[in-house]
């Protein structure tokens, strides 16, 4: 972890959770090293928050992320330099030279104490505690990194990595992150890969509700185009158990359980 600086948290409501205390030493690897110790091939999707360290990390995890490595990053990033932790530019930076794109930010923003904003977070009693606030200054934010497979496919960048299970992984990478349109458009760059099963009937269940009616997706786009629509089209569609459970018996049982979690999780 990297020490905070102070002088820059001191002028927030929550300077003192983030005093130093102690100074404790601990043996760390890096990935690429870990890995191969235990004989782990591939990875799918890497979740990171360490403390400002992340880039050390994912430069630590550069085997597994490259080319056709993993699919997807969710990572912390921070927008205020403290202590020398890299920053977000440096991470981007880092991400882009492994083929990732950025497809999603959430931001976390905190008030000065000059003038405490409403904080979000909450104790188990429901008192707001100090943090992260809805007005003031963009601090950090986790930075959501996934492969555009379209654009691979059309510039011949990996090509022999893509198949049908792993158009499959970044779809539902997609629509778990609320990226249903981009799950819609790598399917049907990819229609040939499958053969046993319809890409129109996936689709049809990425395909958001329309005045909260579920309608197939040749006829969202009519009535796109006529100009109706509802206010959160692009929320949570109506995928959930319908496509987890065509889908599931093209995926290991592994990835289907860490699909079915994460995104209950996210609901």
């Not at 950025?102 to 100090?130: M, Q």
């Amino acid at each position: 972890f990297y020490r905070n600086e102070m002088s820059f948290w001191s002028r927030f409501p929550d300077e003192k959770n983030l005093k130093l205390k102690e100074t404790l030493f601990i043996e760390a690897t890096d990935f690429n090293s870990f890995g191969r110790e235990q004989n782990i091939g591939h990875i799918d999707f890497l979740k990171l928050d360490v403390e400002g360290a992340e880039l050390d990390v994912l430069k630590g995890a550069s085997d597994y992320l490259k080319n056709d490595g993993a699919l997807g990053v969710l990572v912390e990033v921070r927008f205020q330099r403290s202590s020398n932790q890299p920053i977000f530019s440096e991470v981007d930076s880092f991400m882009e030279s492994m083929g990732f794109n950025l497809f999603d930010v959430s931001i976390y923003r905190h008030s000065r104490k000059t003038l405490p904003g409403a904080f979000l977070e909450k104790d188990e009693k429901g008192k707001s505690v100090p943090g992260s606030s809805r007005k003031g200054q963009v601090i950090w934010a986790n930075a959501l990194y996934l492969r555009d497979g379209v654009a691979e496919l059309q510039n011949g960048v990996n090509q022999s990595a893509w198949n049908a299970c792993r158009v499959l992984k970044l779809a539902c990478l997609f629509e778990i992150f609320d990226l249903s349109d981009c799950a819609i458009e790598l399917l049907q760059q990819t229609r040939d890969y499958f053969k046993d099963i319809s890409i129109d009937y996936l689709i049809d269940l990425l395909t958001p509700p329309l005045k909260g009616r579920n309608i197939p997706y040749s006829e969202y786009l009519k009535k796109r185009e006529a100009g109706e629509n509802d206010e959160g089209h692009f929320l949570i569609s109506k995928l959930s158990q319908d496509f987890r459970s065509i889908i599931s018996w093209y995926l290991p049982a592994s990835i289907k359980h860490f699909i079915v979690n994460i995104r209950e999780k996210l609901k």
